[in-house]
């Protein structure tokens, strides 16, 4: 207003920083909004929601978590869509907002926590399909244990390749402990729902026994938040879109989602998390130094459970059917069943270790290493044909896709030997890659393999022994290095 004396009006609103339209206001009122006539506040149309909003009221005090939306669309279906059309949507919607402000029932409030160092960590499962993670080519589907320190954010990941159960909570949850150097106070999971879906009672009350157990050993109080209520483990549940998302810009970063195996990708994870942890070291060093002791050594993180050995070769844990070395025929091998792995055991002798198969569904899952039963068959070629893991038997696609065209192509004896003498090239020369891609290339020309030409290319030539002369050395030699040979002895 000061400027206004002295210049235009668009002058003075440009040097006030203000608009051109502000500075109209100013000139044709100068009082402050708060000293102007109020604003009118009774209405210039009808309200088009007059005749149904009683109905509205009826609905929202009846079925309280009804959408507008569906609220909208009732009301179509009821008066034909002549009372309400599509225009008042958005004016149905915001006076039902209103409307709840001012009416509606109470609403949950969450209340924000205090988290003292070293008293709590939490830990859960959380799906990673859609990072689209693929191993050697293949989609690697998975989910991740995630452990993490509510107060100083320290964070543990490991991939689980089956479902939620107590084998994944116990060596994700050890692993985490032992990787942090400490123990926190209380342990949170939520309610395991998933985890308990497929056991009966006796299986659950077992897990939860075993739980209980674990948290004893390492002298912390396992707790859980209520079923369907996620925001009381609220400290995980956000950290998992938070983790994927770092892990989603780590692999654009890569340039690519695919890893050569496993070990890889579990290194990959590992160095990310470690790169987290890191930027808070100075919160987690404050958290370390109040956190309990670790005990000696670690408790089971797997289920045990014995087997015999069939007169198959095979042994048979949670519907998935294994090979194992057939000098164990006969045999009751103790099983300790981890999330990716079993490990035998022979009285205490360890005999073996396997990866972990599943089932799908009513299938029974099939984990087969022909080198454990490729002696027989070679003594046994025609087995092969009607053999039950036949498939899962092969150990590249393109040794199934060899045997498909062998067995169209040669008469079925013939079919057999030739396929079981490539297997036992594979197992016994140690040369299954290079046979799987010398068998690519074959069938890329449309020809059958030749046992005998692969043969004689693959399997490792008998080293040859040469006869090597070696001269004996002269004493004498080394007696005139000494010092006294050098000069005369007096008499």
Known sequence: MTLRKTHTQAVAAAKADISERSARAIDNDPRPPSQRKAKRTWRTRKDPLLAVWPRVEEMLKETP???????????????????????????LERRIARWRALHGPDQDVFFPQCHPPGRQALSDFTVADDLGVTLAGALFPHRLYHFRLAYSG????????GGESFTAVAEGLQEALWGLGGVPAEHRTDSLSAAFKNLNRDAQEDFTRRYTELCRHYGMEGTRN?????????????????LKRRIDQALLRRHSRDFASLDDYRGFLARLVERHNTRRRALVSAERAV??????????DFAALTVPVTRNSTISVDKVLYTVPSRLIGQKLKIHLHDDRLEGFLGATSVITLERGRASGNHRGHVIDFHHVIGTLKRKPQALRHLIYRDALFPRPVYRQVWEALDAELPARRACRVMVGLLALAADGGCEAALAQRLEDLLAAGDLPDLEALTAALRPKPATVTDVAITPPDPAGYDRLLPAATREIPA
């Open 291 to 300: 956190l309990g002791a670790l005990p000696e050594h670690r408790t089971a």
């Open 65 to 91: 978590g009804l959408l507008a939306v569906s609220i909208f669309e009732a009301l179509q279906e009821e008066s034909g869509g002549d009372d309400v059309p599509d225009g008042v949507r958005r004016t």
């Open 154 to 161: 320290w964070e543990h990941v490991r991939v689980i390749l």
């Open 226 to 242: 209520n079923p369907g209520v996620a925001n009381e483990n609220g400290s995980i549940e956000v950290s998992h879109a938070h």
